[in-house]
């Protein structure tokens, strides 16, 4: 990807997001400004939980399967990816994916990464910054 498009900071600072994720991304999304912040674009692209709620009582169901789902393949993609390759480095985003995966499943880690993956991107179209990883995951 050329250094003059607007989103080329994300495959060139984020070393998890590679060329293909970083230009589906940056094709769907767009312009990062419309989203005021990560939640609200992991929530566009379908990587948080339904809530059901009533009477003061909040469920979290699944995620949702709705819009274009390029986006949430390519993130689900990437961290996949990650997951597989998470013994072979030792930094906070592995020790972060493998606690995850201890405590809920292989399955629903890779999907939280995913979420977060989606909140990082945000980030760096957001704020125009390099991915810092000790930052992201402190």
């Not at 689900?76 to 995966?101: E, L, P």
Request: aromatic letters at 6%; one cysteine or more.
């Amino acid at each position: 990807m050329g250094s003059s498009l607007p989103g080329s900071r994300v495959d060139q600072s984020c070393t998890r997001c590679r060329a293909v994720v970083a230009g589906v991304l940056i094709a769907s999304i767009g312009n990062a400004a419309q989203f005021q912040n990560g939640r609200q674009l992991a929530a566009w692209a379908g990587l948080v939980p339904r809530c059901h709620g009533s009477g003061g009582k909040n469920l979290l169901g699944k995620i949702t399967k709705k819009g274009d789902r390029s986006v949430p393949t390519a993130l689900i993609h990437g961290a996949r990816a990650i997951f597989c390759w998470r013994h072979k480095h030792d930094d906070a985003m592995r020790r972060w994916i493998s606690a995850v995966a201890a405590r809920r499943g292989n399955k629903r880690a890779i999907v939280a990464m995913a979420n977060k993956l989606a909140r990082i991107v945000f980030r760096i179209l957001h704020d125009q910054e390099p991915f810092d990883l000790n930052k992201a995951f402190a």
